[in-house]
C-alpha cells in the first residue's frame, strides 16, 4: 500500500466525517423529510465510522480491511440516501463526498488484506 492512498483515504474519511456532521445540523433546521429518523440515524452513522475509520488507517490498525470495508458500504448508503434530495446543494455535497470516501475505503480495504 502507497502513503498516497493511504494519507488520500484519512482525508477523505475525516472530510465525510465533517460533512456529515454540517449536514446533519442543516438537515435539523430544515425539518420535515430532512428529519427522518432512518436519515437522521444514517448520517450520525457516517460520521462516525469515517472517524473511527480515518483513527484504525492512522495507526495501521490490523484491522483496517474490516473498518474501511464496513465504511465504504455505509458511506455509499449514506452518499444514496443524501442524493435523494435532488436540487438540495448542501445534500448534493455530503452525497459526493460520501461516495469520494466510500470510493477511498473500498481502495483501503482491498490492499490491506
Not at 11 to 33: H, K, N, P, V
Not at 46 to 66: H, P
Not at 72 to 89: L, T, Y
Amino acid at each position: 500500500m502507497t502513503k498516497d492512498v493511504m494519507d488520500r483515504a484519512i482525508t477523505d474519511a475525516l472530510e465525510c466525517s465533517r460533512i456529515c456532521e454540517e449536514t446533519l445540523a442543516y438537515c435539523l433546521r430544515q425539518g420535515g423529510r430532512h428529519t427522518e429518523a432512518e436519515h437522521i440515524k444514517l448520517m450520525v452513522d457516517c460520521a462516525e465510522i469515517c472517524r473511527t475509520a480515518a483513527a484504525f488507517m492512522g495507526r495501521g490498525s490490523r484491522y483496517n480491511a474490516e473498518i474501511s470495508r464496513i465504511c465504504a458500504q455505509i458511506c455509499q448508503a449514506c452518499a444514496v440516501d443524501c442524493a435523494q434530495f435532488s436540487g438540495d446543494e448542501q445534500m448534493m455535497r455530503c452525497a459526493e463526498q460520501c461516495r469520494r470516501c466510500a470510493d477511498s475505503c473500498t481502495q483501503m480495504a482491498a490492499v490491506t488484506v
